[in-house]
């Protein structure tokens, strides 16, 4: 697999407010709420240094992405935090990553923010995503 870069970290979290609250007003990190995403507890930024992209996502919204529900399945370790490795096609390192035993949270898809990723679990239960993120390839 011909991973590019670390396209993505973010906090999991159980109590979005609570690690607003430490990641924004204590750390001082610049996060706010994606423009495209309505609603959303989710803060995010890609204005920290050393990070193209740095957030702190609720669970109950990453469930909501990976499964389709509000709450994170009996069937999967609960996630403390997702990282995502930018590849240059999605599909292939799917389809490897099958190929080498891992099971998918979700095959490749395309995000409504135009992300296109597939999800897994290490062994931890940390979420890790193979993805393509076109705005870090423009310019």
């Known amino acids: ?28 990190l610049p996060l706010q709420p994606p423009v495209s995403v309505p609603d959303s507890e989710y803060v ?5 240094a050393g990070a193209k992209h740095f957030g702190v996502w609720p669970l109950n ?14 069937t999967h370790l609960v ?13 292939s390192a799917a389809q490897e990553l099958v190929d080498r035993g891992f099971r998918l949270v979700h095959e490749t898809r395309t995000e ?12 931890d239960g940390l979420l890790v995503g193979v993805c393509f993120t076109p705005w870090m390839h423009e310019g």
């Open 44 to 48: 995010y930024s890609e204005n920290v």
């Open 61 to 74: 919204e990453a469930a909501q992405t990976c499964f389709g529900q509000q709450t994170w399945p009996d």
């Open 1 to 28: 697999m011909d991973v590019r870069f670390v396209a993505g970290f973010a906090v999991i979290t159980t109590d979005p407010a609570l690690d607003k609250n430490l990641f924004v007003k204590t750390l001082g």
């Open 112 to 123: 409504p923010w135009q992300q296109v990723v597939a999800r897994f679990q290490s062994a």
């Open 79 to 91: 996630p403390q935090a997702t990282i995502e490795f930018e590849v240059d096609d999605v599909e």
